[in-house]
């Protein structure tokens, strides 16, 4: 099981910019889906942004967030990004990171879909 760490949470104000890290540990496979999830409380958790670790770029993105954040990794390294530009005070929630290597080039953007999580970083964004 791939270990992750979340890293880079914070308190914002809205139109600001913040960057999360993901790092990842023990198996790493290289050609596997990662990605962003957000969980505010009292909703379910949410899908942000995917990406397919293999080859070239392959990035999905919620509508909400399409534009204004931009999923990487830094293969090198085993960390997975995300920079949130003009955020809004609706992006406010836990983010979360997770793994899976049963999807190909598209991944899922379920939280179902999904095994390895970390435990989470806190982002506020105020008005």
């Known amino acids: 099981q791939t270990r992750l760490m979340e890293s880079g949470g914070g308190s914002v104000q809205a139109g600001g910019s913040l960057k999360l890290s993901c790092a990842a540990s023990?198996?790493?496979?290289?050609?596997?889906?990662m990605g962003w999830f957000r969980q505010a409380p009292g909703r379910e958790r949410e899908g942000v942004a995917m990406f397919f670790t293999g080859g070239s770029t392959h990035a999905y993105y919620a509508d909400s967030v399409k534009d204004r954040f931009t999923i990487s990794h830094d293969k090198t390294k085993n960390i997975l990004y995300l920079q949130m530009n003009e955020v809004k005070t609706e992006d406010t929630g836990m983010y979360y990171c997770a793994t899976d290597t049963r999807w190909g080039l598209y991944c899922p953007m379920a939280a179902a879909s999904y095994d390895d999580w970390g435990q989470g970083t806190e982002v506020t964004v105020s008005s």
């Open positions: 023990g198996p790493i496979f290289s050609s596997v889906c």
